[in-house]
Structure formats: structure tokens, C-alpha cells
């Protein structure tokens, strides 16, 4: 079955730039999705194939995809950033949707 | 305002069945697959299945199949969730959530429900 692999923490200081990987076996020909998850509600999506934002979701959360890893940047980062965050495929093969491990963000 | 809104929180022991619920409001309710995702306590997000809530066809996870039916009753735009022989790890919150039917790999699972606590303990 297919695996994303994501780093579990990731750590930054209030204003600077924080990158989140979700590594795939050729990811780069899959549409990616991100969602953020802060403690007790449910995940929000937070971009939508690869790097595209759902409406209400600031302009500093963007995306890349290609080769076998996925980015998930936050510019700018501020406090409440503070979250996990998975990414997530369809996987055609199977036919089955996958979620990376999820990685926590830390913001100093 | 589009919702998903699922039923409350079960207690249930060890081999018993649980059988959650998930009514959408604000939108056309078969444009949509409806999806259930479980959290166990301190873990990531598990994808179990999918229902098309126009056709109710079912697509589940493989560690899921055997053990959890998905229905729907299109009259009152709910799906439901049902799984057999509990166990201690079932322990977990469940959500339910949706991917458009047109594209459904494109754009992800943008409204989540507000997710179902399901206790297995003997």
C-alpha cells in the first residue's frame, strides 16, 4: 500500500517560515491535500491539490508538489500555527485515501 | 452553512457493535462521497471508507473490511457507520467527512463533522 512519510515535529520562531515535507513514491503525479488539526476539534483543510487554498485560509499557507516530496509552507508563521498537520492522497492503485503520520508544529 | 453532524459519544464493551451516524445539511447531499476517518487517543488520522450517497456503493480500508458497514438514508441525508466485534483499540474518535463526487481526488475533504468519542472498555 501506499506511504507518505512526514517528519513528527517540526520547529519555528514566530515570524519566520515553516516547511512541512510529507514524502510519496512519485507524490509529485498525485494531487496533495493538507489538513491542520489543533487539540480536541477536527481537522481543517488547509490547501487542496497541491497548493491550492479552501476559501478563509491566509495567503501565507502554500504548496508544492513534485519528484517524491510534497511542501507545505507557512510564511510568517504566528502562535496559533501551532497544530499537526497531515498530508493526504488518493492513491489510484488501491483506490484507497492515505494519510501521511502527521507532524507537529512548534512555534517557539 | 454547510454541517456534518454526527451523533454522541458510546461506551461499549469488548465484541459488542457501535453504529454512528452523520446528517449533512446546507448542501446537495449525493454530490458528495461522505467519508469516515478515526483518531485513536495521541495517534494520526486512519481512513476507513467512503460511501457514495447517491448509489450506496462502499469502498473500505483494508484493515476495515469484514468489521464496518456504511449505509445511507437519502430521505434524511444521514450515513451511517457500523462496526462489529469491538476491540480495546477501537477506542478512538470518529469522523466523518466529504470529498466531492466530480474530481473527488482534486479537492479533498473540506467539511468535517465534529467527530464521535467511542469508548471499547470492559
Known amino acids: 500500500s501506499y506511504v507518505l512519510t512526514q517528519p513528527p515535529s517540526v520547529s519555528v520562531a514566530p515570524g519566520k517560515t515553516a516547511r512541512i515535507t510529507c514524502g510519496g513514491n512519485n507524490v509529485g503525479a498525485k494531487s496533495v491535500h493538507w489538513y491542520q488539526q489543533k487539540p480536541g476539534q477536527a481537522p481543517v483543510l488547509v490547501l487542496y491539490y497541491d497548493d491550492h487554498r479552501p476559501s478563509g485560509i491566509p495567503e501565507r499557507f502554500s504548496g508544492s508538489n513534485s519528484g517524491n516530496t510534497a511542501t507545505l509552507t507557512i510564511s510568517r508563521v504566528e502562535a496559533g500555527d501551532e497544530a499537526h498537520y497531515y498530508c493526504q492522497v488518493w492513491d489510484s492503485s488501491s483506490d484507497h485515501w492515505v494519510f501521511g503520520g502527521g507532524t507537529k508544529l512548534t512555534v517557539l | 452553512q454547510v454541517q456534518l453532524v454526527q451523533s454522541g459519544a458510546e461506551v461499549k464493551k469488548p465484541g459488542a457493535s457501535v453504529k454512528v451516524s452523520c446528517r449533512a445539511s446546507?448542501?446537495?447531499?449525493?454530490?458528495?462521497?461522505i467519508h469516515w476517518v478515526r483518531q485513536a487517543p495521541g495517534q494520526g488520522l486512519e481512513w476507513m471508507g467512503w460511501i457514495n450517497p447517491k448509489s450506496g456503493d462502499t469502498n473500505y480500508a483494508q484493515n476495515f473490511q469484514g468489521r464496518v458497514t456504511m449505509i445511507r438514508e437519502t430521505s434524511i441525508s444521514t450515513v451511517y457507520m457500523e462496526m462489529s466485534r469491538l476491540r480495546s483499540d477501537d477506542t478512538a474518535v470518529y469522523y466523518c467527512?466529504?470529498?466531492?463526487?466530480?474530481?473527488?481526488?482534486?479537492?479533498?475533504?473540506?467539511?468535517w463533522g465534529q467527530g464521535t468519542t467511542v469508548i471499547v472498555s470492559s
Open positions: 467527512t466529504r470529498v466531492a463526487l466530480l474530481r473527488f481526488a482534486d479537492y479533498g475533504m473540506d467539511v
Open positions: 446546507g448542501d446537495t447531499f449525493s454530490d458528495y462521497y
